[in-house]
């Protein structure tokens, strides 16, 4: 049959005209997390995350860290069934208040995310996406209606690193972080930084302003450190000075909540309240030692933290 053909995705199928998707209710892998691992730090901070993933990927970024599953088809990996209701009720077992979407691209299993979100809603568990933001306006909009909070990994401020490291573009996941603030959604962002591809300190403060004029400056924003994996074991790790330098950047052009991630112990995992300047949540990793936010509010003087934080 001629007619088969599979997305660049490899999960979804043209059966004479009509495409279905292979990985509904067949995730590849499940784990328990802790939210602090996709990294959300201003949702529920200290609880896990039922955390869950079908293959595939609409990118093919060259520093993948989870590239076996990302880029595998769904026939080259082992799958469990397991049914929207069935995630929510392990979600449940495990007393997890959420259940995390990713590992691969959510996007290209969102038919799943959508059934599994909607089904957690009516459990009052929530359901957050961890995306490229690789996305059409009309499914995001769906999602919208079902997600709890949504993680951006923007992964530099060029269409140059875009299409010479992840073959893709910038502007639809510029695009895709306007609509989820037009949709009022929860959303943090990621920045991979790259040594020698993405760590400039003038795109730091370009992407940052970008966040400030188009999303607004209470929106997170984790700079993360690279370590050598799939295409780009040349580079060496990212210098914590480097973070450092991207996360001061930011925080000139008025970001608010500014972290380093994959540098654990670094004092740029606390969250500071922008009040009063006190330390408000203690981080070590992925481990939360302290939370000084009650009632969504800084405990010393008030101030509204934004975020979900119950
Ligand atoms: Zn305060």
């Given at each position: ?109 969102s038919e799943y995310v959508y059934d599994?979100a909607a ?23 769906d999602l919208?209606?079902v ?164």
């Amino acid at each position: 049959m001629d007619d088969i053909e599979r997305g660049a995705c490899g999960v979804r199928e043209n059966r004479g005209g009509e495409y279905f998707t292979l990985v509904h209710s067949r995730p590849c892998t499940v784990h328990l997390d802790p939210i602090e691992k996709k990294p959300f730090f201003h949702v529920l901070p200290g609880t896990e995350a039922l955390s869950l993933a079908t293959p595939g990927c609409n990118l093919e970024c060259r520093f993948c860290q989870n590239w076996e599953i990302a880029q595998a088809r769904p026939e080259q990996v082992r799958s469990i069934p397991l049914a929207p209701a069935d995630v929510v009720a392990a979600a449940r077992r495990h007393k997890a208040p959420a259940i995390a979407c990713t590992y691969t691209e959510p996007v290209v299993w969102s038919e799943y995310v959508y059934d599994i979100a909607a089904e957690s809603k009516k459990a009052g568990i929530r359901t957050v996406m961890v995306s490229n933001g690789y996305i059409e306006a009309e499914p995001l909009a769906d999602l919208c209606k079902v997600l709890g909070a949504v993680k951006i990994d923007l992964k530099a401020y060029t269409d140059g690193f875009y299409k010479n490291q992840c073959r893709g573009e910038l502007k639809p996941v510029l695009e895709t972080l306007r609509r989820l603030r037009k949709h009022g959604m929860w959303t943090e962002i990621v920045v991979l930084v790259i040594p020698t591809l993405n760590d400039g300190e003038q795109e730091a403060r370009a992407l940052a302003r970008f966040v400030r004029d188009d999303l607004g400056r209470d929106v997170p924003v984790h700079f993360t450190r690279f370590h050598p994996s799939y295409r780009l074991m040349n580079l060496p790790a990212t210098p914590v000075a480097t973070l450092e330098r991207a996360v001061q950047a930011a925080q000139a052009e008025g970001l608010r909540f500014v972290y380093v991630g994959n540098v654990p112990g670094h004092p740029s995992e606390n969250t500071w309240c922008p009040g009063c300047r006190t330390m408000i949540v203690r981080r070590i990793g992925l481990s939360v030692l302290e939370n000084r936010i009650t009632r969504g509010r800084c405990s010393y003087c008030s101030l509204e933290i934004p975020g979900i934080w119950a």
